[in-house]
């Protein structure tokens, strides 16, 4: 053996040689190399091939299964065993190049690495097929010798076969749309004219010929990019641009592997040279605002300065496109770039050209989920994305629920999937049959071989018809599922939680009798249920105002008449949970800042990437009730902002949001003008004379909030509901209530209980107070009778399977308890002597 490979090299050869006597191949491939470097245990190449390969005996394996065993006929002597096969020749050769250009004096074992995998080489499929990623293991091989990987050595073309390619670097990192184009990869885009327009004049200009698409996310800026590529592949542009390649340029990969100072430089050196070489290249950057800081670290030059002054010269062309906030950001700070810029401004399309838009590309959806997509589902599509995702650009979230919808009325019916499913197993049946005979073959077993061909064979014929009905199927345009308007609704509501189905029977029956519901958990209230239950049917029915919350309402009157009790039950009635209430209480939001906590902190101020208190509740629930808890304590600042509010539907967060409130209620509750009424003494409240008494306290409230609250306010708000005093008999009903809950609350300790009218009547009479409403009952139920059945439940004098009545008797209570054995006991109850009232 010549003397030009280090001791450690020599091993492996020798160890090659062995591998090739024991499979008893004639020569020695590239296989038994790779066996050979994995047994030399000192060298470069065993350390880095450890890394990736679980043993020696899984690598043999895989061998003996890809190439199986010579003749016997073809065995000779070890002696013999001095020949290379010709690649393997080829890989010596490579081996030897690559130590010169390394200053190497001697060929080592990670030259013949290197030379192995940068080849298209049998040992190189191995390694692919143990999912050991070649390239990553070649740059171990260089990181290991603490040399930089060369560039160009990535897209090394095969031996024999050198690239044609005069632009290397830019092909590894960037993509061809052009050429995808011709290929018919891209979808169509359908409209943007005038934004093709002004992309083609300023690609024209003879300098400065750089647009910049700037425009908010989802509007279709890389779209119209797209386009521009399938009007090139058409040949439909000006003469000058008739022979031009349109190059996605990934950011991501131009910055891959470059660890050390100077790669980076190097590899955008190369770009820029390849593209001024070639005079045709124009090169597309999505996200263009990646390029400042890219590949900067460590006192580097970034991409964008290395690109200022080709794009001066004008000797390299490029498309950007970025978001309104990220130019502002990154490329309006940097004068010196953004004078190299044209910038086209794109804007959200209307619903109409978003129709349109949909329906051309809808034939590769539609075969894509094999569903229909008729046109009045493609409105829907539009409509409610446009009314519903506020936060979101059209085309992009019509687009969005589209597709998803498609995918899930696919989803609901894998049934009508047989012929698709079908024709994946059949593909990979072939696949699994063709490495069989190929194991036939090398082993020559050709009867075997031939029977594997045979199923294979029918197996294409059965592939083929089924091919040949789905294009039937696609020529026809006929598919076995429709995509819905209800579909559209239904995805809608899932992603929002916004009722927007068409109403059931249902939901007709539920809105129907939604006043009884109310009226059941609020007593007394009827002017201010029936003015909340209106305003949702008006939004149910879609006949309420589009640009504002579904409705805005103020509940003013005493302390305890039940004003945010309707506000919870409303909740809980409409939205199946009091969780939906968002509840302010706005005696926080008594100071001058505090209207900057409601939306959010201004940049530079604590707590700005928090966002705002409302506004953040409102973007995670936009379906919603709205709650601001006595009003009139607020900062007048905070009235300035639901101005906005109540009015346009929607506000502006610290960050620049737009929050939609046009699926919210929004109630404000307020004791204006209450306390006047205490202090005065007004007579007549709960007494025959209610109505009179009613209607003067209103005008005392009223004059009360127009003395509090500005008109422009006032005159946003859809209604201004004065709650009633509450009298005696709407007391009782309460008290009903109360009870109820308790009655329920013991039945879960396996007890009844029962309240006689008597103790209903007594409670009622001794809880009443005009002035404070409902909650001294609520406070006498838990003090005369929560508290004594407590007492029997702890000390044990009532068991499971116990009846117990609640009464009273000459203004005094009672619990008779009738035991599981058939004996009864009565407990008296002490009067509760303390005043409730604070009149």
Request: net charge negative; with cysteine.
């Amino acid at each position: 053996m010549k003397d030009i490979y280090t001791e450690k090299a020599k091993t492996a050869i020798g160890f090659a040689k062995e591998e090739a006597e024991y499979f008893r191949h004639p020569a020695i491939g590239s296989e038994h190399m790779l066996l050979g470097l994995y047994r030399e245990s000192e060298g470069v190449a065993h350390a880095v091939l450890s890394d990736y390969l679980p043993s020696y005996e899984s690598l043999r394996e895989e061998i003996e299964f890809v190439t199986g065993y010579g003749t016997s006929d073809s065995a000779k002597s070890q002696e013999d065993y001095v020949q290379f096969s010709p690649r393997m020749q080829d890989v010596l050769n490579q081996a030897k190049d690559l130590a010169k250009s390394m200053q190497a004096s001697l060929i080592g074992t990670e030259h013949l690495l290197l030379a192995l995998i940068n080849e298209e080489t049998l040992a190189n499929r191995l390694l692919k097929n143990l999912d050991i990623d070649v390239n990553r293991l070649r740059s171990d091989v260089y990181q290991m010798l603490g040399q930089k990987e060369p560039v160009r050595n990535r897209t090394k073309k095969p031996l024999g076969k050198q690239s044609k390619s005069k632009t290397p670097t830019l092909d590894s990192i960037a993509k061809d749309l052009t050429q995808a184009a011709k290929d018919g990869k891209l979808d169509p885009v359908i409209g943007r004219q005038q934004e093709m327009r002004r992309l083609m004049q300023v690609l024209s200009r003879r300098t400065k010929n750089n647009p910049v698409l700037v425009g908010e996310p989802g509007v279709g800026k890389t779209a119209i990019v797209e386009a521009l590529a399938i009007q090139m592949s058409q040949q439909q542009v000006p003469e000058n641009m008739l022979d031009k390649r349109l190059m996605v340029l990934d950011i991501g990969s131009l910055v891959a592997g470059t660890k050390y100072r100077g790669e980076f430089e190097d590899r955008m050196k190369h770009l820029i040279e390849e593209i001024e070489d070639q005079g045709n290249i124009i090169l597309f950057i999505d996200e263009i605002h990646t390029i400042i800081g890219a590949g900067g670290a460590e006192g580097a030059i970034d991409a964008s300065n290395l690109l200022k002054p080709a794009l001066s010269r004008g000797q390299v062309q490029l498309i950007g496109a970025t978001t309104l906030n990220e130019y502002q950001k990154y490329i309006e700070k940097d004068a010196a770039l953004e004078r190299r810029f044209a910038k086209i401004l794109v804007e959200e399309p209307t619903l109409e050209e978003t129709e349109e838009i949909l329906k051309g590309i809808r034939p590769a959806y539609e075969k894509h989920h094999q569903v229909a997509i008729p046109d009045e589902s493609i409105t829907t599509c539009v409509r409610l994305s446009s009314r519903y995702l506020s936060d979101r650009f059209l085309p992009d979230k019509a687009i969005d629920v589209m597709d998803e919808a498609a995918a899930t009325k696919r989803l609901d019916n894998p049934v009508a999937n047989s012929g698709r499913r079908k024709k994946f197993q059949i593909e990979q049946e072939l696949k699994r049959l063709n490495q069989e005979k190929e194991y036939h073959v090398r082993n020559q077993a050709f009867q075997k071989a031939a029977a594997v061909h045979a199923q294979q064979a029918n197996l294409v014929r059965e592939l083929s018809r089924l091919e040949t009905d789905e294009g039937d199927q696609d020529n026809q345009d006929s598919y076995d599922l429709s995509l819905t308007s209800q579909d559209v609704q239904n995805l809608i509501h899932s992603w929002t939680g916004i009722p927007v189905q068409e109403l059931s029977q249902s939901d007709n029956e539920r809105l129907i009798h939604l006043e009884d519901r109310l009226h059941d958990r609020v007593k007394g209230q009827d002017e201010a249920v029936n003015a909340v239950a209106r305003a949702i049917k008006r939004s149910r029915s879609g006949l309420g105002q589009r640009n504002r919350p579904i409705g805005s309402f103020m509940f003013l009157g005493p302390t305890g008449v039940g004003k945010t009790e309707l506000a919870k039950t409303f909740a809980e009635t409409l939205f199946g949970s009091e969780e939906a209430l968002i509840r302010l209480d706005m005696s926080e939001y008594m100071e001058k800042y505090s209207s900057s906590r409601m939306i959010g902190s201004a940049p530079g101020y604590v707590g700005y990437e928090e966002g705002g208190q409302l506004t953040e509740k409102i973007r995670q629930h936009p379906y919603s009730i709205v709650l601001f808890d006595e009003i009139e304590k607020a900062h007048p600042d905070v009235f300035d902002l639901l101005l906005q509010v109540l009015d346009d539907g929607y506000i502006t967060d610290s960050k620049g949001r737009m929050v939609d409130f046009r699926n919210t209620v929004v109630i404000m509750t307020s004791n204006i003008g209450a306390t006047e009424l205490r202090d005065e003494k007004l007579v007549g409240f709960g007494q025959d004379n209610q109505q009179k008494d009613y209607q003067s306290m209103k005008k005392r409230i009223m004059e009360a909030l127009k003395k509090t609250f500005r008109p422009e306010f006032l005159n946003r708000v859809d209604e201004v509901i004065v709650f009633h005093a509450l009298s005696q008999d709407n007391l009782k009903d309460i008290v009903r209530k109360f009870t109820d809950q308790i009655s329920q609350q013991v039945e879960e300790q396996g007890l009844t209980l029962r309240f006689t009218n008597g103790a209903i009547k007594q409670l009622a009479k001794d809880g009443y107070d005009p002035e404070m409403g409902a909650r001294p009952v609520r406070r006498l139920i838990q003090r005369q009778i929560e508290d004594a059945l407590s007492d029997l439940l702890i000390e044990g004098k009532v068991q499971a399977g116990d009846s117990l009545q609640v009464g009273s008797r000459q203004g005094t209570f009672y619990i008779r308890t009738k035991h599981g054995d058939g004996s009864e006991s009565q407990a008296d109850l002490e009067k509760v002597e303390e005043s409730l009232s604070l009149g």
